[in-house]
């Protein structure tokens, strides 16, 4: 344990969690004259914070007449799922705007079905869905295959941004994966499928 000072059962290394209430680290702040809030304060501000700036970008959205999104997947170190999704629009004095519509954990199966019923949800909330006009993702099949459950006649466009990353991939021989046999495709399908034939984040060239 060296190079890591244990307070009983939590240590202020990679496992520290981060309370504030824990008697050795209150001590500390108290000392420089900081007086930590408890952690129901925190989580009630928190709350009170999300509930003001969802009404405020609700009014903001109001009055738009159309709505362009851009939504993708990241995942940080932990190998913790987020999907993110942005709205473009332009406002009663004709100026372009772009805003984030919604930035959260994604816990589910990166399918579809669980993907369109995500971004369908967080339109619905927002009072927008009805305004959609386009959406811009990247290439993998289940983006593609949500886009079409989200809407047929929505016109699904792919990221210039992504497309040239993959160029720039396979022109340098990056992350090259090796073909693929018919009976490992077909493997893949019925084991990381919704159903409807989509790869969980496989883009459509076969490169992540």
């Given at each position: 344990m ?50 003001k ?26 190998l ?10 332009l ?13 959260s ?24 869905y009805?305004?959609?006009h ?75």
């Open positions: 060296a190079g890591r000072r244990v307070f009983g059962k939590r240590s202020c290394g990679n496992g520290y969690s981060g309370d504030l209430r824990f008697p050795e680290i209150k001590d500390i702040l108290l000392g420089i004259g900081y007086t930590p809030p408890h952690r129901n304060s925190v989580q009630k501000s928190l709350k009170h914070l999300r509930r700036h969802h009404d405020q970008l609700i009014e903001h959205l109001k009055n738009i007449q159309s709505l362009s999104i851009t939504t993708d997947f990241w995942t940080n170190r932990a913790e799922s987020f999907l993110c999704i942005t709205g473009h629009f406002d009663e004095n004709f100026k372009s705007e772009s805003i984030i519509l919604s930035f954990s994604y816990k589910h199966r990166h399918v579809s079905a669980n993907i369109a019923q995500s971004i369908i949800n967080r339109l619905k909330e927002l009072g927008v009805e305004k959609l386009s959406i811009t993702c990247d290439g993998a099949a289940n983006m593609t295959n949500a886009c079409n459950q989200i809407s047929t006649e929505i016109p699904r466009l792919w990221c210039i941004a992504h497309r040239l990353h993959l160029v720039i991939c396979n022109a340098l021989g990056f992350w090259m994966k090796a073909k693929k046999s018919t009976d490992d495709i077909i493997m893949d399908i019925l084991e990381n499928s919704d159903g409807n034939g989509d790869a969980e984040e496989e883009d459509e060239t076969g490169i992540y």
